[in-house]
DNA sequence: ACCCGTGTTCGCTG
DNA sequence: TCAGCGAACACGGG
């Protein structure tokens, strides 16, 4: 389910559901999502207490105190990764891979089906300087985007303007996903090369980003609320995204075309993007 | 059986 | 030394 509006609402489940707790127990497969390797790898969070919850791009850094002092877990989702509150004694979710018990009875399930996922102790005082996390840009919501450093960026590579938009070093959060609705909303080709980017293209894509994160981000809002949607995703969301072959919902002539890049899907008007 | 998948990382190349 | 590229990872779902 992962990207930056994915891992937002992960971020507030674990802030709404856990923070204030006690850690009970813990228990993980020998799956390869762990940090390190091993099933004893969620071992040192026993006893500590959830304190906070930040997100930088896709990625998660859960702050916790216990009696050794403070520690920290690392989790990115990878491309299936959830996590799942469960009842005392409640069936696990498919693809539970590991289990972090609360000193009320209720279970925090990691789930990941396809396993590229990632589970990480460490020090608490450590996130900024976990090599992954140092790389990440600044988040786009949280800390919001500089179009000058964009368009500076951008003028650097020869990849295409798509591919150099999924950068997490440039914009963290961006995926394929919102990667295409970016671009659609910019009103940009995906294969122009990014250094063919203006000043002026380089403002509508870090508006893009902004307005297409957080539109993502109040459909799953709204989801949320109705529980009968949670599980099964209703109507497609997204402006592009998965609508090779509807008409362009800006124009309403030209049809959205598919091509790939990068080994990508990618969804675009060919009449409004230039 | 075959293709596809909201992500990252590795190894190779020039 | 490094940007860029394709493959690999794992496991379904359609």
Known sequence: ???????????????REAIGHRIGSVDADASRVLRPAGRNALAPLVGGRFRDVRRIG???????????GPIGLHSHLGMTGKWVVRARGEEPPRFSRARIALDDGRVLHYADQRMFGRLEVVPRAD???????????????????????IHARLQ???????????????????????????????????????????AAEANRIAAGVIASVKESLA??????????????????????????????????RAKIERIVIDGRSTFFCPHCQK
């Open 1 to 15: 389910m992962p990207e930056l509006p994915e891992v937002e609402l992960a971020a507030r489940l674990l802030r």
């Open 127 to 149: 996130f900024s300087k976990l090599e992954d996390v140092a790389a990440l840009g600044p988040d786009p919501i949280e800390q919001g985007i500089d179009a000058r450093t």
């Open 58 to 68: 896709k990625h998660l850094l859960v702050a916790l105190d216990s009696a050794r």
């Open 156 to 198: 650097r590579t020869r990849r295409s303007v798509k591919v150099a938009l999924m950068d997490q070093s440039l914009i963290p959060g961006v995926g394929n996903i919102q990667a295409s609705e970016t671009l659609f909303r910019a009103r940009i080709d995906p294969r122009r090369p990014a250094s063919s980017i203006t």
């Open 219 to 252: 459909h799953l809002e709204a989801q949320a609320g109705d529980v009968s949607y949670v599980e099964e995703g209703g109507p497609n969301p997204f402006a592009v995204y998965a609508r090779e072959g509807e008409r362009c919902p800006r124009c309403k």
